[in-house]
T-cell receptor, first 114, second 115 residues
Framework: QKEVEQDPGPLSVPEGAIVSLNCTYS??????FMWYRQYSRKGPELLMY????GNKEDGRFTAQVDKSSKYISLFIRDSQPSDSATYLC??????????????FGKGTKLSVIP | KAGVTQTPRYLIKTRGQQVTLSCSPI?????VSWYQQTPGQGLQFLFE???????NKGNFPGRFSGRQFSNSRSEMNVSTLELGDSALYLC??????????????FGPGTRLTVL
């Protein structure tokens, strides 16, 4: 079983729809939870990160973490064609060396159709 | 502030050759991490360098190595290339403060194709 599981999609939605992206994880040591967005031929860019269970909102984006179920979600409201990208969940735990190593899901490819 | 830069952006090599990729972190960042991204395995952590020392290492064979210079620039090297090494290699920089979470900023990556 992989430490982080993410449905690869692809996911296709009409413009204006609410998008829900999800990841599950198995490692209880994960402390920080992130969502990255990656456009084609670009590096990932951080959308949101959180370290506690509950919801965190930033504009049209809401990140949700449920540590008891080991489940995280990203919701995108009023989706736009510019949101078309691959969305990667990532989780971080402290290594023995004191740094934080990221473990990624495989990414979900999202297309928002005008 | 300039972002993370990686050179070259594209590279084609043949099996058995070796390759060196370069990464310049954001000014002031002391930590550089390297990742391999493939369609089958996704993004996988290779190693992290901080103040010229490898601080963390993923599960990759010894053919993958790296180093960091005093100006925080980093290079990674892959020796005896295999077809399966074809991937997007991403570099990420962060302030690197020990013990707390530091946001990682990614470069655009180097696309390596092994023929």
């Amino acid at each position: 079983q992989k430490e982080v599981e993410q449905d690869p999609g692809p996911l296709s939605v009409p413009e204006g729809a609410i998008v829900s992206l999800n990841c599950t994880y198995s490692n209880s040591a994960f402390q920080y939870f992130m969502w990255y967005r990656q456009y084609s031929r670009k590096g990932p860019e951080l959308l949101m990160y959180t370290y506690s269970s509950g919801n965190k909102e930033d504009g049209r984006f809401t990140a949700q973490v449920d540590k008891s179920s080991k489940y995280i979600s990203l919701f995108i409201r009023d989706s736009q064609p510019s949101d078309s990208a691959t969305y990667l969940c990532a989780m971080s735990s402290r290594s023995g060396a004191g740094s934080y190593q990221l473990t990624f899901g495989k990414g979900t490819k999202l297309s928002v159709i005008p | 502030k300039a972002g993370v830069t990686q050179t070259p952006r594209y590279l084609i090599k043949t099996r058995g050759q070796q390759v060196t990729l370069s990464c310049s972190p954001i000014s002031g960042h002391r930590s550089v991490s390297w990742y391999q991204q493939t369609p089958g395995q996704g993004l996988q952590f290779l190693f992290e360098y901080f103040s010229e020392t490898q601080r963390n290492k993923g599960n990759f064979p010894g053919r993958f190595s790296g180093r960091q210079f005093s100006n925080s620039r980093s290079e990674m090297n892959v020796s005896t290339l295999e077809l399966g090494d074809s991937a997007l290699y991403l570099c990420a920089s962060s302030p690197g403060t020990s013990g707390i979470y530091n946001e990682q900023f990614f470069g655009p990556g180097t696309r390596l194709t092994v023929l």
